[in-house]
């Protein structure tokens, strides 16, 4: 299968989409930006997985040398890892890097296009981008948000990270018609914390019913993605007044440097980590592999829905 010339897909992946077996995307920014060397890599392969071990095919998606890897070998994994000459690629990265012959690591954003293009329509990340605090007078609002609106693919994550507005986050999402949902919740997760002040728009409490929803919404012709938030497993929870007070300080430490752009949140999350003694990765962690469970599940579930609608 080879839908566009700028793909790349490993063979595991290419036979799991040619027999219509569930696929979940990974991104790779969280490879090369988001953790340290060797967690990332530990991660990434433990990630990888429990996805198989679910019932459906991971697919890491990058950038390498020019081409869109769909599903990587443990050596690309590795080079994403310890290499420090990866750019972090958005939507807008993504022509200059494929028309230089570059390497980048997908955001969300990248990632779900990447995924859209392969066909692929469920992908597992930590949590999602949104508007930034003080984005009234910054305009600063992670892509994410938009690509959620327009490209077909779902995002399990463990919500919004909390270093973001989420108010307002989930006030862009509703005027942009994008479902959020909590997995087995109410209230809208926050990264490291289980609940937050917002509550989602809708609660699903199985991976059936995920599968169903999305089948649905794609069905009816309703264009965008859809956001499941699972919160992190409560054993691995941050306490919430604590973590305010940490993200506050990383916030006033970030003005204070001038950090702007897609630099804040890898700034964030690394003053974060050193300042809870390296408990907010471990939290990370753990978070993106309770949302590698319920999207391979979620995977499976949907894939059956598309296979009874095929036999209807």
Same mark, same amino acid.
């Given at each position: ?75 690309? =994994? ?19 890097? =494929? ?122 012709? =309703? ?63 753990? =978070? ?25």
């Amino acid at each position: 299968m080879n839908l566009n010339p700028y793909l790349s897909l490993s063979q595991e992946v290419n036979e799991a989409l040619d027999k219509g077996k569930p696929v979940v995307a990974l991104e790779s920014t969280i490879i090369s930006h988001g953790m340290p060397y060797p967690e990332n890599i530990e991660t990434a392969k433990e990630v990888e997985q429990i996805i198989r071990d679910n019932g459906a095919v991971p697919a890491t998606i990058a950038i390498l040398d020019g081409r869109i890897k769909i599903g990587l070998t443990a050596e690309e =994994l590795t080079a994403l890892a310890s290499r420090d000459d990866i750019t972090k690629a958005s939507r807008k990265d993504l022509p200059y890097l =494929l028309a230089t012959g570059r390497s980048g690591a997908t955001t969300v954003a990248a990632t779900m296009i990447c995924a859209d293009l392969a066909g692929i329509r469920l992908f597992v990340t930590g949590g999602i981008g949104g508007v930034h605090r003080g984005a009234e007078t910054t305009m600063d609002i992670s892509a994410d948000l938009e690509e959620l609106a327009r490209t077909n693919v779902a995002v399990i994550c463990a919500g919004a990270k909390s270093i973001l507005d989420l108010g307002l986050t989930l006030e862009y999402l509703e005027t942009k018609g994008v479902p959020v949902m909590g997995y087995q919740t109410d209230s809208l997760p926050a990264f490291f914390t289980r609940t937050s002040d917002f509550a989602v728009h809708f609660r699903v409490d199985d991976a059936e019913e995920i599968g169903r929803i999305l089948h649905t919404k794609w069905e009816l012709g =309703l264009q965008g993605g859809a956001v499941i938030a699972n919160p992190i497993p409560s054993g691995h929870a941050l306490d919430a007044s604590y973590m305010t007070g940490v993200i506050e300080a990383a916030l006033v430490e970030a003005k204070q440097q001038s950090i702007t752009g897609k630099d804040v949140t890898p700034f964030l999350l690394d003053h974060v980590n050193r300042a809870t003694e390296g408990r907010s990765l471990a939290a990370n962690i753990e =978070l993106i592999k309770a949302n590698a469970g319920l999207g391979a599940a979620a995977a499976v579930a949907f894939y059956e829905q598309k296979k009874k609608a095929y036999q209807r």
